[in-house]
């Protein structure tokens, strides 16, 4: 993906639609669109995923905790969401394999009654998943139990119930949608914000001035429907749009901290408990070396920044301690990230009550301005956005007057074209110069693309170089998310290409000079301004770790 090229394009053609947000939302509409054959652009005022896309808890599933909530208040809507979120489960597990993968969870239980409870729910839930189920759901003893999940605390455990859902990384799966949507024809650029539409005489939306956030260049896109997929930000473009709009979104905070892999004793399961005794889901799940302990689930402002802070992490880490032998302690903390939940309000007269946004539905709604047209997706979750998008652009083509049928469901993302279980070890093999543990790690990231990181390290031995001891990231990745993943600035690269910002605080610090001469050398920055990236992500970095209430890098642990 080229930024110019693309910013050419957006500057210069007409489009069908036009998609405002590159989260999962929007990125999962602009690749539904171009793959219908729309002529289709994707703008981001920041980068892909920087949002709410980038900070879930990397879970591909139908929501345990709703099949619950369904039941108790019978509520069908939220037994058919759990129904169409298992459904997806099993498209994602088929179009990124690379990406999304089976995750086995164990969820305790303290007497025989809660064994039993859990058991006919999760039996419930393969029966709803039907012939999409991963593997069926097992009632195992408390030795079973231990067996597979070592670190639990045995002293009051009776039993467990294990399942299956699927765990992924929620930037790569962006950034391969974003790219699967270019690849199909689709224009589409980061750092580029809506501020402004302009209308025809009917009222009907016709363009955006959008700015660019690198330059401060100012332009107009032109495209005949507008969809706006800004996430909890929705209200501010329903606005821009029409200014007398009752504002639908609401947003709940969910924060994770993240320690070393050797902090929980591995076994072959996560963890997820549905109900903690304040009525919060709690999970320890194994995700690329590391644990990711959460998550909070409190009313926050919908235009806030999120930060992990020192009581959510206090809460995280005394709650986990509940089921661990061997409790874990701040102090073992590498790193940890927060993000808003985009809720939307149930419908247009109520308005709910600030402590209440667990208990929302996280359910989604395609609304059409009615004077304006324009097109807006609110609320949902990750594991719905193929869905999501589907509805989004069948109410495009009627409004186009152009019913052209959704293709995702069968379209495999960048990386997984002819991906097969095999591809991993015939890689390792082939590119022998590659330590193992590195070559399993470029699969896992980019899939079939992995041979073109294997290029480059071809072309320039150097950039076989790892990044940082103790984590598999090499030199290429940058060179290749630059030239082929339109990165652009240090966080675009050390936040979501490369994960070190998320899970690895003291790591990211130390990477920053490599990692800003690379950059300099493919984006052709001058000194000063690498200087200026540099110093501007580091003050970021010392943000993050000062809000998690860790101010001096000594006091996080490196994994
Ligand atoms: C803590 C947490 C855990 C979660 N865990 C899971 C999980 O395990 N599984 C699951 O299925 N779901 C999960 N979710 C929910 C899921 O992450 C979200 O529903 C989903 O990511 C929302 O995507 P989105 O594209 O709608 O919003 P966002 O990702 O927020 O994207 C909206 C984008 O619009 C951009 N934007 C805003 N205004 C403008 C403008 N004027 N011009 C251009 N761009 C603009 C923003 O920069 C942003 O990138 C979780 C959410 C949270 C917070």
Aim: net charge negative; proline share 5%.
């Amino acid at each position: 993906m080229n930024r110019n090229a693309s910013l050419h394009r957006l500057r210069s053609e007409d489009f069908d639609i036009c998609i405002i947000g590159g989260g999962a939302t929007g990125a999962g509409c602009a690749l539904d669109a171009a793959t219908r054959g729309f002529r289709t652009a994707l703008i981001e005022q920041d980068d892909f995923a920087a949002a709410t896309s980038g900070t879930s808890t990397k879970l591909v599933h139908g929501g345990v905790r709703y099949l619950e909530q369904a039941f108790k208040n019978f509520d069908h809507r939220q037994l058919s969401l759990v129904r169409k979120a298992l459904h997806e489960r099993r498209t994602l597990l088929q179009i990124a394999p690379h990406l999304v993968h089976p995750l086995a969870l164990l969820t305790p239980c303290f007497d025989l009654f809660e064994g039993l409870y859990y058991t006919i729910g999760l039996k419930l839930y393969d029966l709803l998943a039907g012939s999409r189920r991963i593997k069926p759901s097992e009632w195992l003893s408390k030795e079973e139990t231990l067996n597979r999940f070592p670190a639990f605390d045995g002293h009051r455990l009776h039993s467990a119930v294990l399942y299956y859902d699927g765990q992924f990384d929620d930037v790569r799966l962006n950034l391969a949608l974003v790219q699967t949507a270019a690849a199909h024809g689709a224009a589409v650029a980061n750092h580029l914000r809506a501020e402004q539409f302009d209308a025809a005489p009917n009222g009907q939306l016709n363009a955006v001035t959008v700015r660019d956030r690198l330059t401060g260049e100012v332009f107009v896109i032109r495209a005949k429907v507008f969809i706006n997929a800004t996430g909890t930000n929705a209200d501010t473009l329903r606005r821009v749009a029409q200014a007398n709009q009752r504002p639908r979104m609401q947003a709940s905070k969910g924060a994770h901290v993240v320690l070393p892999a050797n902090a929980i004793a591995q076994g072959e399961a996560a963890l997820l408990v549905p109900k903690t005794k304040d009525g919060r889901v709690l999970f320890a799940i194994p995700w690329r070396g590391h644990w990711l302990i959460g998550t909070t689930d409190t009313p926050a402002d919908p235009y806030e920044t999120p930060y992990l802070q020192p009581d959510e992490a206090d809460y995280l880490l005394e709650h986990v301690n509940k089921f661990l032998k061997e409790p874990v302690t701040l102090g073992q903390v590498t790193g940890g990230f927060a993000g808003l939940r985009p809720l939307l309000q149930p419908d247009q007269n109520a308005t709910l009550q600030k402590t209440e946004t667990r208990n929302v539905v996280r359910d989604h709604e395609v609304e059409v301005d009615p004077q304006s047209k324009l097109v807006s997706i609110m609320g949902g979750k990750w594991t719905t956005y193929r869905l999501m998008a589907e509805e989004t652009i069948d109410t495009c083509g009627q409004l186009l007057g152009q019913a052209l049928p959704c293709r995702t469901e069968t379209i495999p993302l960048i990386g997984s074209e002819a991906f097969t279980e095999s591809f991993g070890n015939t890689f390792t093999r082939k590119e022998s110069n590659l330590p193992g543990k590195v070559a399993a790690h470029l699969v896992d990231t980019y899939g079939v693309r992995a041979e073109a990181l294997a290029t480059l390290c071809a072309a320039e031995p150097e950039l076989t170089e790892g990044l940082v001891d103790a984590h598999p990231f090499i030199r290429a990745e940058v060179v290749y998310a630059v030239r082929e993943e339109m990165a652009q600035t240090m966080p675009d690269m050390l936040l979501r290409r490369i994960r070190l910002g998320l899970v690895d605080w003291l790591a990211t610090l130390e990477v920053l000079p490599v990692v800003a001469d690379l950059m300099a050398r493919e984006l052709g920055w001058t000194a000063a301004e690498k200087q200026q990236e540099e110093s501007r992500f580091r003050a970021h970095m010392e943000e993050v770790i000062g809000q998690a209430g860790l101010s001096a890098p000594t006091e996080i642990n490196k994994a």
